[in-house]
């Protein structure tokens, strides 16, 4: 990206991306958030914020297909226009128990939000936006005794911990092809899941990957 103009920075995700707090089931301030975090760092860019809580990769969900990453991003891209870079971090919701999702099939529902993103801002803006995938943080080994074991079973910590190569591998296939310019970045390499849930990150955790995000894009 050049430095001639503000940039558009959208970040794409579920409820680590909005904020929730485990402590509380509510949202941290926007100050906590890391979106919010990276927007300090990244004083006259715009960062957009556009997490939220079941948002999938893979899945459309019976009761609130809304939620379904893929079917929201059309409309959530062509709202942003033009957008210079995105940070794409999704899976996590996939893994409950109750989708059967492999971690192949997750990484196939991130291949197809890849292609989207390279084909319709092709279309709607005449330029493709970097983007920065990243694997979500580990689901944690309390899981099944924490407040989403409903959701959440043993075997899902297993499966989180696959996501990553296979997130990398398509990051690099993207950026290879020329398709589009696509960076990786595994956060359970920076932070964990809280002790309190298991699923969603505390105000710490918040502010590493900030900062880990913030060293994996270039704004220059």
């Not at 991306?17 to 006259?44: I, N, S």
């Not at 580990?138 to 911990?161: K, W």
Request: glycine share 8%; with cysteine.
């Amino acid at each position: 990206m050049g430095t001639d103009s503000k940039k558009t920075i959208l970040c794409y995700g579920d409820s680590n991306t909005y904020g929730y707090d485990p402590a509380t089931g509510l949202r941290y301030p926007e100050q906590v958030r890391w979106p919010g975090v990276l927007r300090g760092m990244l004083p006259g860019h715009y960062v957009i914020e556009e997490g939220c809580n079941g948002r999938t990769a893979s899945v459309t969900p019976e009761d609130e297909p809304w939620k379904d990453g893929r079917s929201y991003l059309k409309a959530c891209l062509n709202s942003h226009k033009p957008i210079d870079l995105i940070i794409l971090m999704l899976g996590s919701n996939d893994l409950k128990k109750f989708f059967h999702r492999t971690p192949e099939e997750i990484a196939a529902g991130i291949r197809e939000i890849l292609q989207t993103i390279a084909e319709f801002t092709q279309e709607k803006q005449g330029s493709k936006p970097e983007v920065l995938l990243v694997s979500p943080p580990l689901i944690g080994r309390g899981i099944e005794t924490s407040a989403f074991a409903d959701s959440f079973d043993a075997d899902a910590v297993g499966r989180s911990e696959k996501l990553a190569a296979l997130y990398e591998k398509e990051a690099k296939a993207f950026a290879c092809s020329g398709v589009l310019k696509c960076g990786f970045l595994n956060a359970a390499d920076v932070i964990q899941p809280s002790d309190i849930d298991s699923l969603h990150l505390m105000p710490d955790a918040h502010v590493r990957l900030a900062k880990a995000i913030y060293e994996a894009i270039d704004i220059s």
